[in-house]
């Protein structure tokens, strides 16, 4: 274990990557969030529409996992799941929101904090039908968050969804569809060297706002 810990606290890597010109604050925040994901995908970062969000529900206690930004446009991200997982519940009581992308191969993140609201039915639509249909049948079979017994269970729940609807194509489930996270925050963090990072950031008062303010912050 102590060698463990050594490992940690000796891992001092440097970062080299690039840098964030001042010229950068005149730049939409959304158009400059693509041509960052255009460089992520470019580049053939691992998983490079991955992203943390971390939502608060009743109990006051923040959670936090991975999910896929499924839509990037002006207006914001989106990301589908089940809308009674645990993260749907949350949003349902405070539809406040962060996101966290990471880079590591560009040495770049970018950190977003908005409001949600659930995505147009159409498009839930649209993004479920182009689903394999494996994954179309296990989101009927998973009541993402609840507790099961055993894993036998899931397995069966997702052979009785294949009886049901076989030989004819899988809806989109009544509890499943997008969220559009709508940013009032977006920070873009670049790595730079001796940690003197570069941190540019774009905020508004609220969703509906079209003003940004743009400042520069210590790393």
Known sequence: MKEFLDILRNDHADFDQGKLDDRLKSIDPMKLFTKWYQEAFEKQCV?????????VGKDLMPSSRIVYMKELMEEGLIFYTNYESKKGEDLKVNPQISALFYWDELS????VQGV????????S??????RPRPSKLGAWASRQSNVIEDRATLDEAYKEVEKRFEGQEVPRPPFWGGYLIKPIYIEFWQ??????HDRICFEKDDVESTEWKVTRRNP
């Open 191 to 196: 790595g730079r060297p001796s940690r003197l």
């Open 125 to 130: 639509d649209d993004y479920f039908e182009s």
């Open 116 to 123: 949600v609201e659930k995505a147009p039915e159409f498009m």
């Open 47 to 55: 998983s490079p529409n991955s992203m943390t969000i971390s939502t």
């Open 108 to 111: 770049r993140q970018i950190r």
